[in-house]
C-alpha cells in the first residue's frame, strides 16, 4: 500500500519470490517522496562519517531516538543509495564526484542531491523505472486500500476500491495475501498549512488503527521552517538546502534572528527554527502576523537558478528571485516522526503486517527528525520490511468476499463534508499546531468528536466515497495526535507545550504507544 521510496523498495525486493501487488490511490509518482527537495542523507566518507551521522540522527532527534534504529539506519544506507545508483538514479556531479550539500543540524555536507532540487522525484522516477521491468510487480494505479481483512487475528488481505481518476476498476473487490504492507505516508493534510500533497491523508496508520495496530509516537509531527507565504498561494516547500547554501532569515525589521536562538542559527534542528519563526511572525497589530524572510541575496559565487531550478522557477511565476528578493515564510505540517509503531524489521503486533517509511514508527527520528533522513530509511525500512515478510512465510489464506457498494453522496453531502474537512484542518493548526497547551487540545478534541461524529452519521446511512474515506483517515489521525499531545506533559523535540514548556527525562524520556479501545484510545509510554 503505497508508490513511494519505502513501496517501491520492498516491492523490488519482494518480486524475486513472488507475486507483489502495488496499490497506490493516484498515478505512480504522486507520493511525499516525488516532492522531497532537498536530498538524501548518507555517510560516503567511511566509518568515521557513518558514527557522525549516527550522532547527528541522536542529537537532533532530542533525546528520543532508539539507538538500535538509528545504527540501521546510518549503517545499511550507503548500500541502499550505492544500489539506487546503479539501478539509475542520477544524483548530481562535479568531474565525476558526487556533490554533497550541508542541512541543518548535519555535522558534515553529506546530503545527495539531484537536478539541484528535485531529488525525491528523480528516486521516484528510477524506482518506479525498475520496478516496471521486474514482471511479477503488478501496479493497481487510482485505486484505494478500504480495508484490512483479518482472519483468526491475522491480517490475510485487503479490500479495494477505484479512487477516481483512470481507475479501471471502481467496484470493491478482495485481494488475498501473504503479506501486506503499510507503506502509505504521512498524514500532512491534517493540517490546514502542509508542504505535503493532496494524497498524504494518513489512510495506511488509520486502517492499521482500526485493525488493532498500535501506533507510536504520534504527538510529534515536525513543521517544515520554510514554506512559502504568499496570499492563496499553496505552501510550497522552500528547500532546508537553501539554508545549507547560506541564506538568512530576517524578521520584518530585517534582523536576522536564529543567532540569538541556538548555536548553528539557520542550521539549527528544524523544530528550533519553526518555533523561532513562529514567535517572531507573532504579535502584529490587530492580531496581524508579522513578515519573516529568507535571504538569499548576499550569497556569491553561486548560480542560484541552477542550483534551485524547481524553486527559481516556481518562486519566478509569483514574481519573486532568489537572488534578487526577500521571500516570505512561515512553518508548514512536514513529516510525522510517529505512525504504526513496527520493529527493526517492519513488523507490526498483528501478525502479516507489516508498515515502513514514514507511515511507520521504528523511533529512528525520536522527537524530531534528521534533514533528509526520510528518503534515507524509506531506502532501508522498506527493504527490511520485505526482508521479514519473506522470513516470516506466511501461506495465502481465502479471504472470502467484500462488502457491497456505498451509495454515493450527494452534492449537498459532498459540501458539507468538504467544509468538515477544512474546518478540522484549521482546527489542528491552531490547537495542535507548533505551540500547544492543554485548553488548546481539549477545543481540539472538541473538533475533532464532532466532525467524527457526522462521519459515523454517513456511514451508518450506507454512503461512501473516496473524500468520505479520507476524511475518516483524517478523523482518526487527528485523534491519535490530540490523545499522545495531551498525555506528554512536557516539550520535546517537534511538540513544545507552553504550559510545560521544559523537557522532562524523568517521566517522559519514553515513547508513547497508542492503542484503541471501546470508546476512544489509550495511551502508555515505554522505553524502548
Known amino acids: 500500500m503505497g508508490a513511494g521510496v519505502a513501496g517501491l523498495r520492498a516491492a523490488i525486493e519482494l518480486a524475486g519470490h513472488g507475486e507483489v501487488l502495488i496499490v497506490t490511490k493516484e498515478s505512480l509518482g504522486e507520493s511525499n517522496t516525488h516532492y522531497a527537495q532537498g536530498g538524501i542523507a548518507v555517510a560516503t566518507e567511511g566509518e568515521a562519517d557513518v558514527a557522525l ?31 539506487l545508483i546503479e539501478w539509475g538514479a542520477a544524483f548530481d556531479k562535479e568531474a565525476g564526484e558526487l556533490l554533497c550539500t550541508r542541512e541543518g543540524a548535519h555535522s558534515l555536507p553529506r546530503i545527495l542531491h539531484a537536478h539541484g532540487d528535485a531529488t525525491g522525484a528523480e528516486i521516484s522516477r528510477s524506482l518506479v523505472a525498475f520496478a516496471r521491468s521486474h514482471k511479477r510487480i503488478q501496479f493497481a494505479e487510482w485505486t484505494m486500500v478500504t480495508g484490512l481483512v483479518e482472519e483468526d487475528g491475522r491480517v490475510v488481505g485487503v479490500d479495494l476500491a477505484g479512487a477516481g481518476g483512470q481507475s ?21 493534510q491534517v493540517y490546514s498549512d502542509t508542504t505535503n500533497p493532496a494524497v498524504a491523508t494518513g489512510d495506511g496508520i488509520a486502517l492499521a488503527l482500526e485493525a488493532g495496530a498500535a501506533l507510536a509516537d504520534m504527538e510529534f509531527y515536525q513543521f517544515h521552517p520554510t514554506a512559502l507565504a504568499l496570499p492563496g498561494v499553496p505552501r510550497f516547500l522552500l528547500s532546508e538546502a537553501l539554508r545549507g547554501e547560506g541564506a538568512y532569515l530576517r524578521n520584518d525589521r530585517g534582523e536576522r534572528f536564529m543567532e540569538r536562538q541556538h548555536p548553528l542559527a539557520e542550521l539549527a534542528p528544524r523544530d528550533v527554527v519553526a518555533r523561532a519563526i513562529a514567535r517572531e511572525g507573532m504579535g502584529g497589530r490587530a492580531g ?27 518562486l519566478a511565476r509569483h514574481g519573486l528571485d532568489l537572488s534578487r528578493d526577500l521571500i516570505p515564510v512561515r512553518p508548514a505540517a512536514h513529516y510525522l516522526m510517529g505512525g504504526i509503531r513496527t520493529d527493526l524489521d517492519g513488523r507490526t503486533n498483528l501478525k502479516g503486517l507489516y508498515a515502513a517509511g514514514e507511515a511507520a514508527c521504528t523511533g529512528v527520528h525520536g522527537a524530531n527528525r534528521l534533514a533528509s533522513n526520510s528518503l534515507l530509511e524509506g531506502m532501508v525500512f522498506g527493504a527490511r520490511a520485505a526482508q521479514a515478510m519473506l522470513a516470516d512465510g506466511l501461506p495465502l489464506v481465502s479471504s472470502g468476499e467484500p462488502e457491497g457498494e456505498k451509495t454515493p453522496l450527494t452534492s449537498d453531502e459532498e459540501a458539507h463534508l468538504e467544509n468538515g474537512i477544512a474546518g478540522l484542518r484549521q482546527d489542528m493548526w491552531t490547537y ?11 477545543e481540539g478534541f472538541a473538533s475533532q468528536q464532532e466532525f467524527a461524529d457526522g462521519l459515523r452519521k454517513l456511514t451508518r446511512q450506507g454512503k461512501g466515497s473516496r473524500r468520505l474515506t479520507e476524511a475518516q483517515a483524517l478523523s482518526r489521525v487527528a485523534n491519535a495526535i490530540l490523545h499522545a499531545a495531551l498525555a506528554r506533559t512536557e516539550s520535546r523535540g517537534a511538540h513544545f507545550r507552553s504550559d510545560f514548556p521544559a523537557r522532562d527525562d524523568r517521566q517522559f524520556q519514553k515513547h508513547s504507544v497508542l492503542h484503541r479501545e471501546r470508546g476512544g484510545a489509550k495511551v502508555c509510554f515505554e522505553v524502548w
Not at 56 to 70: F, K, M, S
Not at 288 to 314: K, T, Y
Not at 432 to 442: C, Y
Open 288 to 314: 496581524e502576523a508579522r513578515p519573516v524572510h529568507l535571504d538569499m541575496r548576499h550569497v556569491r559565487g553561486m548560480d542560484l537558478q541552477q542550483r534551485f531550478p524547481g524553486i527559481s522557477a516556481f
Open 53 to 83: 551521522h549516527l550522532e547527528d540522527t541522536v542529537n537532533a532527534g532530542d533525546g528520543l531516538v532508539y539507538r538500535p534504529a538509528a545504527e540501521v539506519l546510518v549503517t545499511e544506507g550507503p548500500l541502499r543509495v550505492a544500489e
Open 168 to 188: 479501471p476498476d471502481a467496484s470493491p473487490h478482495r485481494v488475498s495475501a501473504r503479506a501486506v504492507l503499510i507503506a502509505s505516508g504521512g498524514a500532512g
Open 432 to 442: 495542535a499546531g507548533l505551540l500547544r497547551t492543554h485548553l488548546q487540545l481539549l
